[in-house]
């Protein structure tokens, strides 16, 4: 599956953003949607995850509570709703499908190009 995320941009801290990732194919043979982020100079991290079923989410303690991820099985697109942008939030963000179960966090199969962000202060 080709994985294509989307909205990042240059705001300001408090202002909120909602990234998309548009998947190729009905996602159904997934298990686990997720987001990841990196930084510069530091090592991508797990940001949230979703199951296929959208039954069980799983969030970064940094981002509890801010972010919320979702999904259109629909449009086969995955989102971020990302609120209270802080500047450490700055990242370049990927979304990913994982086909098994297991751990939301790690052992992810297919990964989008990446979507930028950053948050001034």
């Known amino acids: 599956v080709q994985l294509q995320a989307s909205g990042g941009g240059l705001v300001q801290a408090g202002d909120s953003l909602r990234l998309s990732c548009a998947a190729s194919?009905?996602?159904?043979?997934?298990?686990?949607m997720g987001w990841f982020r990196q930084a510069p100079g530091k090592e991508r991290e797990f940001v949230a995850a979703?199951?296929?079923?959208?039954?069980?989410?799983h969030y970064a303690a940094s981002v509890k509570g801010r972010f919320f991820i979702f999904r259109d099985s629909a449009k086969n697109t995955l989102y971020l709703q990302m609120n209270s942008l802080k500047p450490e939030d700055t990242a370049v963000y990927y979304c990913?499908?994982?086909?098994?179960?297991?751990?939301?966090?790690?052992?992810?199969?297919?990964w989008g190009q990446g979507t930028q962000v950053t948050v001034s202060s």
């Open positions: 990913a499908s994982r086909r098994s179960s297991g751990s939301s966090r790690t052992g992810y199969d297919y």
């Open positions: 194919r009905p996602t159904s043979s997934m298990y686990y």
């Open positions: 979703i199951t296929t079923t959208g039954s069980t989410k």
